[in-house]
């Protein structure tokens, strides 16, 4: 497709944000109900290709969770099937099986809004012993690589020990449900996934950098998502990113100009090499396909860029090592989205975290270099953290705000109304700039925002991810996405860190928008700031009824060693 003119392109962005707004008198437009006979089939696949089986990952990694954080302490692995299926099953595969009665459902260990996973993945390889040097689609129901097109024996293009990810969505298993605030949720899920891929990369010593130079024009090449004949009547995939895996580690402006050039010949030799494959039709019919989704995925079409590489500022170490010594794929298999939280009497008058496993968390949503997931970007911090604090040992509860670029401060300071309290708790560390804003029991203006939802409220603390907003899109609407996806890498943090703390978190995609912009005294009208998501932590209530089987065990595979 052809980009839409930059003037236009951003009105259209800023307009379906605006458009696709919950608020208290209305909820953004969606489906009356459920088309449950149309429910797009869980997992895309292409017919007609040749199939890959990877091995598993029976026991846990060696990795330790504490380790990712500390790269020195993970020797690097080297690059085979086995290193690549690991990859693929820690960021990508399926983590569990729920049943209930006769409906069984798949968990992964990237999350998806409402379970639905509309990010389908693609490797592509050359020199990997094992794999053939080509463009595969990874099925993760049944861990497979489906060869998509073989590459013709020519010199190698890709840097030397390393392999690219390639990401995609498919907006119509979010409409399906969510109607048109969907586009959001594809890039949330985005964001997730990208973040599960730098942390998998991790447990076996490697880095994973996001392309974002590169086009959705050469993207889409690479992957064959915009071959016609082969989609027919199935639902198309748009492209989202480009992740260079690497199993050592190089400089960012190294990697940058060297890696755009070799993608655009891989894009030349993928479009001129030989594609299998025909995919998969995931709904019969759509009642609506949402056009407003179709604008905004236009308007955000992403061109070739001169991108300048932003360095991440030195931070000391994490504040607190996090109390569990488990194995880094124990963490992130057993990941899970709580569906409620216990507010038990005697469990609901105690503290759920301690302050200093909050200052943790958040310090690990700060970007360091050479550390995950933030080393996989390459932009400042515009993602910002509005915290609700329910039950926090050794913070009052209340409103408060953390940043994650110190330079902003003033802008918010200007931006918010005057009465705020500013104050930061007198034991958290220099570096974190956390502030009260209001004391106060917060809990029902947090189940307020988030859509009346108890959860919001039920926890330790609740989390709105606040975007610089208007100023990041000028002249790059394709930001718009970017934006998303930080707040997606920045919830998987929030997810894992959870689980590590011995509780559970979850995404919230509903919330009321603009009520989280007054509540805070930003105008109406003023974009400096939007909310992007919500985010809530606790301890997560289980629900006896639903059975929960091994990710793997309807396929007998060798260990992957």
């Known amino acids: 497709m052809k980009p839409t003119p930059?003037?236009?392109?951003l009105q259209t962005i800023l307009a379906y944000h605006q458009q696709t707004k919950h608020h208290f008198q209305r909820y953004a437009s969606g489906h009356d109900g459920l088309d449950w006979k149309n429910q797009p089939k869980p997992f895309r696949t292409f017919e007609d290709c040749t199939e890959l089986e990877l091995p598993l990952l029976i026991q846990p990694a060696n990795a330790l969770y504490n380790d990712l954080y500390q790269a020195e302490?993970?020797?690097?692995?080297?690059?085979?099937?086995?290193?690549?299926?690991?990859?693929?099953?820690?960021?990508?595969?399926?983590?569990?099986?729920?049943?209930y009665d006769n409906t069984r459902w798949a968990l992964r260990c990237n999350p998806s809004s409402g379970n639905l996973h509309p990010t389908e993945s693609y490797?592509?390889?050359?020199?990997?012993?094992?794999i053939s040097d080509g463009v595969h689609h990874y099925v993760s129901r049944d861990h497979i690589l489906e060869k998509r097109c073989q590459f013709k024996h020519e010199k190698s293009l890709l840097p030397d020990n390393s392999f690219l990810v390639g990401l995609s969505s498919i907006h119509w298993r979010e409409a399906w449900k969510y109607g048109e605030r969907a586009f959001r949720y594809c890039q949330l899920d985005a964001g997730h996934a990208i973040s599960s891929i730098r942390y998998a990369a991790a447990v076996s010593g490697w880095q994973a950098h996001l392309l974002t130079s590169a086009s959705d024009a050469d993207i889409e090449t690479i992957l064959g998502i915009n071959r016609e004949a082969d989609f027919a009547a199935a639902e198309r995939e748009h492209a989202d990113v480009m992740l260079l895996i690497m199993t050592e580690s190089t400089t960012q402006s190294t990697k940058s100009s060297d890696t755009l050039l070799s993608l655009k010949k891989l894009a030349n030799r993928a479009g001129n090499s030989q594609w299998y494959g025909q995919a998969n039709t995931l709904s019969q019919h759509h009642l609506d396909d949402w056009p407003v989704i179709a604008d905004a995925a236009l308007a955000c079409i992403k061109p070739e860029t001169d991108e300048q590489?932003?360095?991440?500022?030195?931070?000391?170490?994490?504040?607190?090592?996090?109390g569990s010594g488990k194995a880094a794929s124990t963490i992130i298999k057993q990941r899970r989205s709580a569906q409620g939280f216990d507010v038990s009497e005697q469990l609901f008058a105690e503290p759920l975290l301690t302050e200093k496993a909050l200052y943790r968390m958040l310090d690990l949503t700060l970007p360091r270099q050479a550390t995950p997931p933030w080393d996989a970007?390459?932009?400042?911090p515009r993602i910002h953290l509005l915290i609700f604090i329910h039950r926090v040992e050794g913070l009052e509860s209340g409103l408060y705000l953390f940043l994650r670029n110190d330079e902003i401060k003033m802008k918010f300071k200007a931006s918010l109304k005057q009465d705020l309290e500013w104050l930061k708790p007198d034991d958290c560390p220099e570096h974190l700039q956390l502030f009260r804003l209001a004391a106060g029991d917060a809990r029902e203006a947090a189940k307020t925002l988030s859509c009346h939802q108890d959860i919001a409220s039920d926890g330790a603390l609740s989390f709105g991810v606040l975007a610089e907003y208007q100023s990041k899109l000028i002249n790059k609407p394709w930001v718009y996405r970017q934006l998303f996806w930080e707040a997606g890498i920045l919830g998987q943090v929030l997810y894992l860190e959870a689980e590590s703390a011995g509780l559970r978190g979850t995404g919230i995609g509903c919330y009321f928008d603009d009520a989280v912009h007054e509540l805070m005294g930003l105008n109406k009208n003023d974009d400096t700031l939007q909310s992007l998501y919500h985010f809530t932590i606790g301890k997560a209530l289980k629900d006896n009824r639903i059975q929960t089987?091994?990710?793997?065990?309807?396929?007998?595979?060798?260990?992957?060693g």
């Open 73 to 99: 302490k993970i020797s690097s692995r080297a690059l085979s099937l086995k290193s690549v299926a690991q990859l693929l099953e820690l960021s990508l595969g399926i983590s569990a099986w729920k049943q």
């Open 377 to 380: 970007i390459s932009w400042e």
């Open 6 to 9: 930059i003037n236009k392109a």
């Open 123 to 130: 490797i592509i390889t050359e020199n990997c012993e094992g």
């Open 309 to 322: 590489i932003w360095q991440a500022p030195v931070f000391p170490e994490p504040v607190l090592k996090p």
């Open 549 to 560: 089987l091994p990710s793997y065990a309807h396929l007998q595979r060798s260990n992957s």
